[in-house]
């Protein structure tokens, strides 16, 4: 009895056992349906965004056609053809270095080699444009290696190597001298700069300070001219209208007339001390001057 009890359980057990497996497969079946779906929406949408940017391409809509094209390669990141495509835009318009990224993009995504060589193709072409020998000598080779029968390839590979030898980069070290180089050249126009800045605010503080010992060196002049001015009349009074004043005596000098009597008196002493000394001759005795020569 017991052993027919466990039976049964055991068989209830395996059918709840069996029904969720089945319901989680089921979930399972529904979740990847779903992501299917979207996935095919997602594919059709870009699909019809590409279609959308060549036909804007063809209207000369460039702007509208690069937006349409990123559109595409968002909801279709695997498709190499709308990176390709926006890339051989791009190359339209001279964009090199957007060109650059989308067609590497386009030769890494691409499964198939024709796809693959004409990436590579157009990728070689950009990196002629900016001259960048060595890349596109390494682009077209890879071009040639999923299509060696391709003869512009292979042209465009013997023209780039030919100008790679015409034009070899410099060694890394001079790039790297010559990067050291443009630093300190940058700093020291930085440094010269600053230098003149300091220079110039300096300048101008001794200009104002010159400017103000000016105005303080006319200040006081002007207070010292007020002050010698004071007590004296605007202008004098011959310059008035009036008659002439006569001249006065400068204190300190002395006067013709003072003069003219000074040198008479001097002349008369002269005359007596010259009359003394004769007479004291006259009689032999030695007579002392008293004017000190």
């Known amino acids: 009895m017991i052993f027919e009890v466990k039976t049964f359980f055991q068989k209830k057990s395996m059918r709840n056992i069996s029904c969720m497996f089945l319901c989680a497969v089921m979930f399972s079946w529904n979740s990847f349906a779903q992501q299917t779906k979207e996935q095919e929406k997602e594919l059709r949408a870009a699909q019809n965004y590409l279609s959308e940017a060549q036909q804007s391409l063809q209207k000369n809509e460039f702007a509208t056609a690069e937006a349409d094209f990123r559109k595409a390669i968002s909801l279709n990141p695997k498709s190499e ?32 080699k024709s796809e693959k060589h004409k990436a590579f193709h157009n990728l070689g072409n950009t990196f002629m444009n900016e001259k960048k020998y060595t890349e596109a000598v390494e682009a077209y080779k890879n071009a040639l290696r999923n299509n060696p029968n391709d003869e512009e390839s292979r042209y465009n590979l013997a023209l780039a190597k030919d100008l790679l030898e015409k034009n070899p980069p410099p060694p890394q070290d001079d790039k790297k001298d010559d990067k050291n180089q443009d630093q300190n050249k940058d700093d020291k126009d930085q440094k010269d700069q600053q230098d003149q800045d300091n220079k110039d605010k300096e300048g101008d503080k001794g200009d104002e300070k010159e400017d103000k010992d000016k105005g303080d060196q006319k200040e006081d002049k002007k207070e010292g001219d007020d002050e010698k001015d004071q007590g004296k009349p605007d202008k004098p009074k011959d310059e008035q209208g009036d008659k002439p004043q006569q001249q006065q005596p400068v204190p300190g000098q002395l006067s013709p007339q003072q003069v003219k009597s000074l040198l008479e008196a001097m002349n008369n002493e002269e005359k007596k001390t010259q009359e003394k000394i004769n007479a004291e001759k006259q009689k032999g005795a030695k007579v002392k001057s008293d004017k000190d020569w």
């Not at 990176?83 to 030769?107: C, D, I, S, V």
Request: net charge positive.
């Open 81 to 112: 053809t709308a990176k390709y495509n926006l890339g051989t835009a791009y190359y339209g318009k001279e964009k090199n270095a957007e060109a650059m990224l989308r067609f590497q993009q386009a030769a890494t995504t691409a499964t198939e």
